[in-house]
């Protein structure tokens, strides 16, 4: 059966586990040919919420068995060179990227720390090179191309804290990258437009995936969904809605534009 993707090749970067499986999952589900890149494609047996059952080693494994092509390489999304070899693997392997989700990135210290004012200048480097510099190292692998066909879709991931500021001020290492993304997102919107490339920004807020609802739930999971007009955590699969609208024909008239998928959080 023909799908909306049926003859696309999308990557999803981050998709061992967590929203990025979602991501990966949706598009195939849509008939792409899905390429995953990760820095460890068994991340998610780092936790317990994030199984993805026992007849399968990786989520390259889940892809396949929707009945599409699928590969996965590890690499360091901070590290330019390991990016474009991963990319240059998946080209060859399913052929030229029309679609990137460009989703690898994370914090890192306490959720409490770095304050605007009291930042660890180590920790900052940490997720500008992961958030920031991945998301640019992905871009710069599929743009060329995307340019030479004359199509692409490009998502980028941003977040809640890249949007609204939390109210003691912490976290703002990680908040500041997301914020870069966004930014980053509208200038690549306007470089590739002319090429009939889009670029979108998604910004998921609370998401109860299978890492973060461990947390949430060490807070008190009150803490989160009273902040949201919906009074519930998100899901991955609320996330792969929208990606699944930013990456097929609905969106070809959407461009530079942040979608926040954050249950009402934002005031």
Same mark, same amino acid.
């Given at each position: 059966?023909?799908?909306?993707?049926?003859?696309?090749?999308?990557? $999803?970067?981050?998709?061992?586990?967590?929203?990025?499986?979602?991501?990966?999952?949706?598009?195939?589900?849509?008939?792409?040919? $899905?390429?995953?890149?990760?820095? +460890?494609?068994?991340?998610?047996?780092? %936790? =317990?919420?994030? !199984?993805?059952? @026992?007849?399968?080693?990786?989520?390259?494994?889940?892809?396949?068995?929707?009945?599409? #092509?699928? %590969?996965?390489? @590890? =690499?360091?999304?901070?590290?330019?060179?390991? *990016?474009?070899?991963?990319?240059?693997?998946?080209?060859?392997?399913?052929? @030229?990227? +029309?679609?990137? $989700?460009?989703?690898?990135?994370?914090?890192?210290?306490?959720?409490?720390?770095?304050?605007?004012?009291?930042?660890?200048? @180590?920790?900052?480097?940490? *997720?500008?090179?992961?958030?920031? %510099?991945?998301?640019?190292?992905?871009?710069?692998?599929?743009?060329?191309?995307?340019?030479?066909?004359?199509?692409?879709?490009?998502?980028?991931?941003?977040?809640?804290?890249?949007?609204?500021?939390?109210?003691?001020?912490?976290?703002?290492?990680?908040?500041?990258?997301?914020?870069?993304? *966004?930014?980053?997102?509208?200038?690549?919107?306007?470089?590739?437009?002319?090429? #009939?490339?889009?670029? #979108?920004?998604?910004?998921?807020?609370?998401?109860?995936?299978?890492?973060?609802?461990?947390?949430?739930?060490?807070?008190? $999971?009150?803490?989160?969904?009273?902040?949201?007009?919906?009074?519930?955590?998100?899901?991955?699969? +609320?996330?792969?809605?929208?990606?699944?609208?930013?990456?097929?024909?609905?969106?070809?008239?959407?461009?530079? !534009?942040?979608?926040?998928?954050?249950?009402?959080?934002?005031?």
């Amino acid at each position: 059966m023909m799908g909306k993707l049926t003859g696309k090749v999308a990557v $999803v970067t981050g998709a061992a586990r967590g929203i990025g499986r979602a991501y990966a999952l949706r598009l195939a589900q849509l008939g792409a040919d $899905v390429g995953v890149i990760d820095i +460890d494609l068994k991340s998610y047996q780092q %936790f =317990a919420g994030e !199984s993805i059952g @026992e007849q399968y080693e990786t989520v390259v494994d889940e892809l396949k068995a929707l009945g599409v #092509n699928a %590969f996965g390489t @590890e =690499a360091d999304i901070s590290n330019q060179e390991q *990016v474009q070899k991963a990319f240059q693997k998946i080209a060859e392997n399913l052929g @030229e990227v +029309d679609i990137l $989700v460009a989703n690898a990135g994370g914090g890192s210290g306490s959720v409490l720390g770095n304050k605007a004012s009291e930042m660890d200048p @180590e920790q900052l480097q940490t *997720v500008l090179q992961r958030n920031l %510099f991945g998301t640019i190292h992905s871009v710069a692998a599929v743009a060329p191309g995307m340019k030479k066909k004359g199509y692409g879709k490009i998502v980028t991931v941003t977040s809640v804290t890249g949007l609204q500021a939390n109210p003691d001020g912490s976290y703002s290492h990680y908040a500041a990258t997301k914020a870069a993304i *966004v930014n980053y997102t509208k200038y690549l919107a306007q470089d590739l437009g002319p090429y #009939n490339i889009t670029v #979108n920004a998604i910004a998921p807020g609370y998401i109860g995936t299978g890492r973060l609802i461990e947390q949430f739930e060490q807070a008190g $999971v009150e803490t989160y969904t009273s902040q949201t007009a919906l009074k519930r955590l998100g899901t991955p699969e +609320d996330c792969a809605n929208v990606i699944e609208f930013l990456t097929t024909d609905l969106s070809d008239y959407v461009t530079g !534009s942040v979608l926040d998928v954050t249950g009402g959080v934002l005031r």
